[in-house]
């Protein structure tokens, strides 16, 4: 069975780095089907994707515009997990934290249109900013 | 804010039929998924590829879409479907995931 198992302290201060990882059982953080993500979800900002990391004969990293500056997204392939790093964060980063695989469906008809989804997401980690 | 619009809130009897709509441009080039979040749990896919279901997932939900307009119907609505489900997308360019701000499902 696929599993997404998070990991990381519920308590950062203020101007410090937020670091969360992902472990991955029963699939491969270096599959070329799959993109491995970071999406958080607060009150005031609903959900929000922060950025994805996939392996495609070579490793790419995709960033929210909104993080772009303090973000930075790690894939271990030894461990099999990815890691989320923001920093300088502030109390409007408190949120929960999920981590999420992404697939591609792709309908060819008359015209070819595309979806991607979260089939399988981490169970989330509250993180919370104060001091 | 987000690229993709849903109503903040519905509600629906027991029994009955109801369309949860998510609109964006975006959604006249690629399908929506959608997700049935209950509180305290992560997000659960119901709906991808404009009308598939994960396995498990009851076939009282469907998905459609036209236009700019996605829509999920829940056809006989039950009390365990009372929930928020988000959509969610590509933005124009395809790359940037976008969600939209979710439907507070009520069942009477």
């Known amino acids: 069975q696929v599993q997404l198992q998070q990991s990381g302290p519920g308590l950062v201060k203020p101007s410090q780095t937020l670091s969360v990882t992902c472990a991955i059982s029963?699939?491969?953080?270096?599959?070329?089907?799959?993109?491995w993500n970071w999406i958080r979800q607060s009150p005031s900002r609903g959900l929000e994707w922060l950025g994805r990391?996939?392996?495609?004969?070579?490793?790419?990293?995709d960033y929210a515009l909104s993080v772009k500056s303090r973000i930075t997204i790690n894939a271990d392939t030894s461990r099999s997990q990815f890691s989320l790093q923001l920093n300088s964060v502030t109390p409007e980063d408190t949120a929960v934290y999920y981590c999420?695989?992404?697939?591609?469906?792709?309908?060819?008809?008359?015209?070819?249109?595309?979806?991607?989804?979260?089939?399988?997401w981490g169970r989330g980690t509250l993180v919370t900013v104060s001091s | 804010s987000s690229e993709l619009t849903q109503d903040p809130a519905v509600s629906v009897a027991l029994g009955q039929t109801v369309r949860i709509t998510c609109q964006g441009d975006?959604?006249?080039?690629?399908?929506a998924s959608w997700y049935q979040q209950k509180p305290g749990q992560a997000p659960l896919l119901v709906i991808y590829?404009?009308?598939y279901r994960p396995s498990g997932i009851p076939d009282r939900f469907s998905g459609s879409s036209s236009g700019n307009t996605a829509s999920l119907t829940i056809t006989g609505a039950q009390a365990e479907d009372e929930a928020d489900y988000y959509c969610?997308?590509?933005?124009?360019?395809?790359?940037?995931?976008?969600f939209g701000g979710g439907t507070k499902l009520t069942v009477l």
């Open positions: 999420a695989r992404e697939r591609r469906f792709t309908f060819f008809g008359v015209v070819t249109r595309t979806n991607w989804y979260f089939d399988l």
């Open positions: 029963g699939d491969s953080v270096s599959s070329n089907t799959a993109t």
């Open positions: 990391t996939y392996f495609r004969s070579k490793w790419f990293y």
């Open positions: 975006s959604l006249r080039n690629y399908y």
């Open positions: 590829g404009e009308n």
């Open positions: 969610n997308s590509r933005d124009s360019s395809g790359n940037v995931v976008v």
